[in-house]
Structures are given as C-alpha cells and as structure tokens.
DNA sequence: GCCAACGTTGGC
DNA sequence: GCCAACGTTGGC
C-alpha cells in the first residue's frame, strides 16, 4: 500500500518538474554575476503575475533560461535551477532598497522571490533572433509582442529546443 | 530615443 | 466598478 503510493507520489512530482525564463537586465544581474555568486535570491519582481508562479509554482529542481533583457545583443546567457521554492521577498521591507514596498505587511508579505543557482552558460549565448527564426519557439511567451513579464513559464517542448539549438546538454 | 503594450492608480 | 491618466517595460 506504501509502496505504490509513494511511486505513483514520485511519478507525479517528476513529471511536474517545469521550466521558466526569468529576465534581468545585464546591466543590473548577469548571467555572469550569477556564476560568480554560486546563487542568489531573484528578488525584486514586483508584478502579480510573476508573483503568484514565484510563490506558488516555481519549484526546487524546476530548469530556468537566463535571459538578458534591454541588452545588445538580447540573449539567453544560461542555464540555472531553482534550489529553493518561494519565500518573502526581503527587499520589500528594506527602506533603502530599491524595491521597498511600504504597502507590504511582514506578517502577510505582498511579494516572493526564489533561489536559484548556475547549471551552465550557453556558449554562445542564444541569440533573440535565432529564437525568432525558430518555428518550434512560435508561441514562446518571451516572442509575443507586447510581452513584458519577467517570470515566464516555459513549455518542456521549448526547453528541449532551446537545449538543442545551443547545444547544451540536460546536466541535472 | 521612440513608442506599443500593459499594469496601476485614483477620481467619479 | 468604470475608465482616463499615468508610469513602466522592453523590443525595435
């Protein structure tokens, strides 16, 4: 009775393991300073959004493309993986930072964030424009026009794409 | 630098 | 609850 249960238990969650893109502007966190750092808390998203799947979907072990956005050229520079699930956010209730949210109740936090760490840097770096020539990248939500959110699902089928078109092996 | 798209704010 | 004004994002 353990037993299957516990499989079937297992099943699901590997089978739930998902993907996401997060976006951040090299100027402010690289890629780079992400491989220097080891890890780090993606802090500071402030939109509903991509709040709700840092807190309530983005899971330890789930791959992540690192994009950089407003960025010549605009690439993904990487690949992490999420080592802990959505906390609060601790920047919301720091004054001096930049992303203080004084609306935000310590008890009752408006605003989450995940950690991640490195897997690998895509070498090059996957160029926008090749994403956009890809017929099996279409309907990636970072290709829509008007698209501005900085946590965005990302379906398996992507994924194996992207890995393919940079050449990069699933290490994890 | 431009501006389309989108989210938020606040008057009513 | 509507919606106009405003601010921001981010590709181009």
Do not use: I
């Amino acid at each position: 009775m353990r037993s299957p249960g516990y499989g079937a238990f297992m099943a699901r969650k590997a089978a739930a393991r998902r993907y996401w893109l997060f976006k951040s502007e090299p100027d402010v966190y690289s890629f780079q300073d992400l491989l220097r750092d080891r890890k780090t808390f993606w802090d500071g998203v402030r939109n509903y959004q991509a709040r709700n799947m840092l807190r309530d979907d983005v899971a330890v072990g789930d791959g992540v493309l690192f994009y950089h956005s407003n960025a010549e050229p605009m690439v993904v520079a990487g690949l992490c993986k999420v080592t802990k699930a959505g906390s609060p956010d601790p920047t919301a209730f720091d004054p001096r930072s930049k992303y203080h949210d004084p609306d935000s109740d310590p008890s009752d936090p408006t605003w989450f964030g995940v950690e991640v760490a490195p897997v690998c840097a895509l070498e090059p770096p996957l160029e926008r424009d090749r994403l956009k020539s890809v017929p099996a990248l279409a309907d990636m939500v970072l290709l829509q026009r008007g698209s501005r959110l900085s946590v965005q699902p990302v379906t398996a089928a992507e994924w194996r794409a992207v890995l393919a078109l940079a050449g990069a092996k699933e290490s994890w």
